[in-house]
């Protein structure tokens, strides 16, 4: 059995956990395990969620390196293996839809940023009041 995860992620732009950046497929991974029911997925639905129409050629490879550079970034007891596939070992006072929610915001965040597209932090939305004085 694994030990919970202590709360050290924060989904700020960009996220972190423990103050490393969490970027790319590390941080897919656990939005995906973290948005899913019990925290857990298998082999194949994280496989299909990391490389959405487009796998590796060797996908169940891919996906324990993955893995193990999420242990190496939050612990090897941040997730085990289950069955076919991971579950995701949060503390008991991290909501796991709460934490998916505020991970797909980053991850948006982040990709509106990559392509400068959208608002900002210091670019306000199309059509935004703005404050006077």
Do not use: K, N
């Amino acid at each position: 059995m694994t030990s919970p995860v202590p709360a050290w992620l924060s989904l700020t732009d960009p996220p972190t956990w423990c103050g490393t950046v969490l970027s790319g497929r590390s941080l897919d991974l656990l939005t995906a395990l973290a948005g899913s029911r019990d925290a857990r997925m298998s082999d194949g639905a994280l496989i299909e969620a990391l490389w959405p129409g487009d796998l590796p050629a060797q996908p169940l490879r891919a996906l324990h390196v993955v893995v193990s550079r999420v242990r190496a970034v939050v612990g090897r007891a941040s997730s085990s293996a289950v069955g076919d596939g991971y579950r995701l070992a949060l503390a008991a006072d991290v909501d796991a839809c709460d934490l998916s929610d505020r991970a797909e915001r980053a991850r948006s965040l982040r990709r509106r940023r990559s392509v400068g597209a959208g608002p900002g932090p210091h670019r306000p939305a199309p059509g935004a009041r703005l404050p006077r004085g």
